[in-house]
């Protein structure tokens, strides 16, 4: 584990190239999706979280989920075609916890279209995440907060 910024990254994760989510592979093959410590402080204080229903097929880029804060409401996109196996029940009752714990907390879990291995391509992890969610970090002056 790392950090930069005051935002913590964990090098064992998979992300997609904006440092928004992360991705973590388990071992039923599925893979669960979450929001980085980036992407958290930029939302702000995450009032609702919204999975798409279970069983949903959804191409690379579209949403997984919804996050809704305050002022703000986007997508969480996933990062290859994936069919959606679950939500997090616990996320979903209290969406805070994402802002207290990105990376204990997943959103959805997942199950790639493709091959594992496949899937993965395009994400980065790694000393190539570190290094490069800490450049984001520098470029858009982001400091990372927890409540």
């Known amino acids: 584990m790392g950090t930069c910024h005051g935002c913590e990254v964990r090098p064992e994760l998979h992300y997609d190239a904006e440092y928004q989510i992360w ?3 388990e071992s039923d093959g ?3 999706i979450g929001m980085t410590d980036i992407s ?3 939302a702000g204080k995450i009032m609702h979280v919204r999975v798409r229903r279970p069983g949903s ?3 690379r880029g579209k949403p997984v989920a919804t996050v809704e804060t305050g002022k703000w409401a ?3 996109p996933n990062p290859f075609d994936c069919v959606i196996e679950s ?3 616990a996320v979903l009752a209290s969406p805070e916890r994402i802002n207290k714990d990105p990376y204990g907390e997943w959103i959805a879990r997942v199950r790639p279209t493709a091959p594992i291995e496949q899937a993965l391509t395009g994400l980065v ?3 190539a995440a570190e290094a490069g969610f800490c450049e984001r970090c520098r470029a858009d002056g982001i400091e990372c ?3």
Do not use: H, I, L, Y
């Open 87 to 89: 939500a997090n029940e």
């Open 145 to 147: 907060k927890r409540s």
């Open 30 to 32: 599925t893979v669960s």
């Open 125 to 127: 992890t790694g000393a």
């Open 57 to 59: 097929r959804r191409p």
């Open 74 to 76: 986007g997508p969480v």
């Open 23 to 25: 991705a973590r592979v």
């Open 40 to 42: 958290q402080t930029k």
